[in-house]
Structures are given as C-alpha cells and as structure tokens.
C-alpha cells in the first residue's frame, strides 16, 4: 500500500511557528504513535529560483531550489548527520496564480556531522506541489524518495514558506525569486 504524507506534520516543520502557522492553519492532526515519527527533521532557510520568471500568464519554468538546515533532530539521527544542504531542480507550467504540481523534481540532500564535514548524500526524485494561502503567499511541499546514498528507500519531505512574492513583478519583469523557512525531514519505512 503506498505511503500518504500527513498534513499534520506541516506545522511541525517550519522554523518560524507564528508566521508560518498562521500560513497554514488547519491542517495539524492529532499526533500518532512514536514509530511513526521521522527519522529526522531540520529547520532551516529554503530559497528558489524561477527562470525565466512568474508572470501573470502561465508558462514554462525551470525552478531551483536550495535550502540550508541547521541541527537536525529526530529518531535515528546521530553527529554524523546533524546539518543538511538541499538542491534540487525541476521544470513545469507556473506562473503567480497557477499552481500546477510538477512531477520531475530531482536532487540531493548533502549531509554534515557536528563538524562541518561531508558525511553523506541522499540523492532523490520526486514532484513539487505549491499551496496557496490566505495571505497571497505560497506553501511548497516537495514530496520525493530517497534512490541512492544516505536513508535509501526513504521518503523525503521539504516544506517551506515562501513569503517573498512580490505581486507587482508578476505584472512586469517577473517572479525570479522567492525565500523563506523551511523544514527537511525524513520519514520512516
């Protein structure tokens, strides 16, 4: 039976709780059993790239997408996996009102032990869904597995904010930028 992500994990993501909360307020779910728990969870800054810029008019866009996690907690997580350094890349049909899910996401996950130091790289391919909240602004979820390296066959999970959309480029020279929180996790087999 295929794995579903639960929606009430979202607010548990972000690192900015009354910003980001009030983005996605609703969807927390009473909490389940600690086996259902993720192997690791990190909060951090995301930031995406869109080129060649949300417009009014959909069209097609290559996005990118980088984020830097900070202290990753969790079930299994040890010194040898205590930060993250996220890309990723996809293309699709965007523009500042469409939000169409985009199925060929692709990247890595490179890890960091309490040192500093390389420890590891997940390497994973999934798809990106954006959300639209009251505020105008977005919710991106990229939902994707784990093919090679650290925590295969494992399900990675970015959510992130996007706070930075500034409507008036959407009427002009384009969206090419947005950033804010965000939270790496893990999910358990």
């Known amino acids: 039976m295929p794995r579903t992500f639960p929606r009430r994990r979202l607010t548990a993501l972000l690192s900015s709780p009354a910003l980001v ?15 259902d728990a993720p192997l690791a969870v990190c909060a951090g800054d995301v930031e995406q790239t869109i080129d060649p810029g949300l417009t009014v008019l959909p069209q097609s866009q290559k996005v990118s997408v980088t984020g830097d996690f900070h202290t990753c907690t969790g079930q299994l997580i040890d010194p040898e996996h205590a930060f993250a350094e996220y890309t990723a890349s996809a293309t699709g049909l965007l523009s500042c009102t469409l939000n169409v899910p985009i199925t060929n996401a692709n990247g890595s ?16 391919t999934g798809g990106i869904t954006l959300s639209q909240r009251p505020l105008g ?22 959510t992130s904010a996007r706070l930075t959309i500034n409507p008036l480029q959407c009427l002009t020279s384009g969206v090419r930028r947005v950033a804010g929180p965000g939270a790496l996790e893990i999910l358990p087999l």
């Open 21 to 35: 909360g009030a983005l996605i307020a609703g969807t927390a779910q009473p909490a389940q059993a600690q086996d």
């Open 109 to 124: 996950v490179r890890w960091q032990d309490e040192g500093g130091e390389h420890s590891g790289t997940s390497h994973f």
């Open 137 to 158: 602004e977005n919710v991106g979820i990229v939902v994707a597995t784990i093919n090679s390296g650290e925590f295969q066959g494992r399900t990675l999970v970015l």
